[in-house]
């Protein structure tokens, strides 16, 4: 539907209709939430871990050691998340914790080497995820997709 037509489409009697199914954010919302429930059924089934745990997990696995303040924005989750999540993954061994040297009140997080193995078996079960659900694009379509979401991503900052 062109954006001239959907604008046309919301106007209601009363002057303004959103409809919800047609809605950009919504969807893209939508999406986001359906591709992360495809992707968390693997971890949650095959290695007992949260979406949350997952997510602080595939930081660690890429930055060694982080402060626990540096890993919300990097996975969208809040500060109260990344504490939960960061307890979880310390309680079953898979990372670690220790005050940063040069302030005690910040601490850094890192991957045990139970939780390097645990990363190792994940990241196939992750990629394979996105090589299916990217299997449903062309190569073109995957390109456009990604300059597109850079796009977006570029204008809300």
């Known amino acids: 539907m062109e954006r001239g037509e959907a604008a046309k489409a919301a106007t209601a009697q009363d002057g303004v209709e959103l409809d919800l199914q047609r809605y950009f954010p919504y969807r893209l919302a939508r999406l986001a939430e359906q591709v992360s429930l495809a992707v968390a059924e693997v971890y949650s089934e095959r290695f007992a871990l949260t979406r949350q ?12 050691e982080i402060a626990t303040k540096e890993i919300g ?3 969208t989750l809040d500060k109260m ?3 939960r999540a960061v307890q979880g993954l310390e309680s079953r061994g898979i990372a670690g914790r220790k005050h940063h040297p040069d302030d005690r009140r910040e601490l850094i997080v890192s991957l045990t080497p139970a939780g ?16 299916k659900l990217l299997g449903a694009l062309t190569a073109e379509e995957v390109a456009v997709l ?5 796009k977006l991503s570029a204008a809300l900052a």
């Open 73 to 75: 924005p990097l996975t």
């Open 53 to 64: 745990e997952w997510r602080v997990l595939a930081i660690l696995g890429v930055r060694p």
């Open 81 to 83: 998340q990344v504490s």
């Open 146 to 150: 990604d300059r597109v979401m850079r």
């Open 116 to 131: 390097r193995a645990l990363y190792r078996k994940i990241v196939p079960y992750a990629l394979a995820r996105e090589t």
